[in-house]
């Protein structure tokens, strides 16, 4: 598969989905809830991503995946004519396991791919509300009884150590429902992330609101945070209003003081930002962000958007992978003209890179990952 196929095949696969037949129980992969919710899990040709699979668009995708029966590999179709192998991930180890009190380590963490990732407290001040953003499926997860309400730095920390050791997780990923309109939940996020330092020793990266106080960015370095992420999802001013109006509540200029604010603490490259496509934004808005992004020394993690089930777009469909296209093509060279490649971010979703194919855009500048699933889990 060559680099120029990997490129047009993960943005297609990701905007347009796959079907999936065979195997002993499908896709590794999740439903619902925050982050890759309703993708599948799978490596292609090195490169991590996750693919929407129970979507109603993916009944309709040219993408269609014969899955051998061990369930860790399969053969992808586009068409009806073979593209090639596809590596999926084991079902996690930790998955099989539970505290001493019988909560199984699944509802406290996920694995994605090989970053342990879990939403701390599983409550938004906006969910319910008319603030509540409209990508968000937090509130789902919970209703369901696939999770608890609030993960303690304990159980974070048995998770983690179990994880490292028996799934090669290489970083832990920590977002959060906005519990208040004060720290955003910063100081909680400290305490987990000392607690999984000292039980795991795996990077940690923490994606919160802007706090009140930027004082408290120190603070989670302090406990061991390596990576932040401080999220606006769009840089268009109308869709930033009408899609996460708790967000553009507290206004762009505030998000760029926090940004420049946390990049003196982290680093350039170990803060990040989401910055969904297909909302309906004006293309050039997308241009501004990124460029806005980097030259704070943020990392612009542009994902299409993905309807995840429960939230307020459910019912929408990815943007159009030639638009997506567009964009990462865009992006790569700024992010290699600015050195803030994927590769060097130490936790969190850019390292992890599977909800983007922009790492597979960064390969033509030196970047991007090429990994291979882990030979862990039977
Ligand atoms: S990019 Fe982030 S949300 Fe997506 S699979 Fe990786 S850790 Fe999870």
Redesign the pocket.
Known sequence: MSVTDLKTIAVELQSLGVRTLGGPSGVEGRRGG???SD?G?LWLDGA?L?VPVHAEYAERSPYELHLADSGRAGTLFRAGEEIGRVNLHPRPRIYDLETADGTPYWKIALM??D?L?STVFQRCVYWGTHEQCHFCAIGTSLKEGRTVPVKTPAMLAEVAEAAARLDGAKDV?L?TGTPNRADRGAAYMARCAEAIRESSGLPVQVQIEPPDDFGWFQTLRESGVESLGLHMESFDPVVLARIAPGKAAQGVPYYLSAWEAAVEVFGPGQVSTYLIIGLGEDPRSITEGVRAAIDRGVYP?V?PLRPSPGSILAHETPPDPVYVREVYEMVAPLLAEANMLSQNARA?????????ALSTFERAFGGGRNGAAPATAA
């Open positions: 925050a982050g890759p993708a899990f991590p996750t994605h791919l970053s990732a990923t977002t993690f994902v969190g979703c850019v390292r992890c890179q599977a909800c983007s």
